[in-house]
Nanobody
Framework: QVQLAESGGGLVQTGGSLRLSCVSS????????MGWFRQVPGRDRVFVAA????????YYSSSVKGRFTISRDNAKNTVYLQMNSLKTGDTAVYYC??????????????WGQGIQVTVSS
């Protein structure tokens, strides 16, 4: 089992920045890819970004590419999501996820509890 815990969410104005953190514990050697997803009420959870634990390949949705940066610190079992130039459309609950698989866009089996990010105009 892998446990994931997000932190760093909150309220920010349009154009501002936030950094989310996700600390993993448990059988972390069973995770191959770490990802971030987000969800707004009434809509499906959608992919935001992902990073491979080995090699560091990164992937982004088109809506955040160029504004968000995913990174990791393997020594701390922590993945970060640096969010810049935030827009009201980025308002959502953000989830950290992990998978032992190799598909960065789906197949995640471990999820955090989610953290609220609210961008005000």
């Amino acid at each position: 089992q892998v446990q994931l815990a997000e932190s760093g969410g909150g309220l920010v104005q349009t154009g501002g920045s936030l950094r989310l953190s996700c600390v993993s514990s448990g059988h972390t050697d069973s995770t191959n890819v770490m990802g971030w997803f987000r969800q707004v009420p009434g809509r499906d959870r959608v992919f935001v970004a992902a990073i491979f634990n080995t090699g560091g390949r990164t992937y982004y949705s088109s809506s955040v590419k160029g504004r968000f940066t995913i990174s990791r610190d393997n020594a701390k079992n922590t993945v970060y999501l640096q969010m810049n130039s935030l827009k009201t459309g980025d308002t959502a609950v953000y989830y950290c996820a992990a998978t032992p698989g190799s598909n960065p866009f789906s197949g995640y089996i471990y999820w955090g509890q989610g953290i609220q990010v609210t961008v005000s105009s």
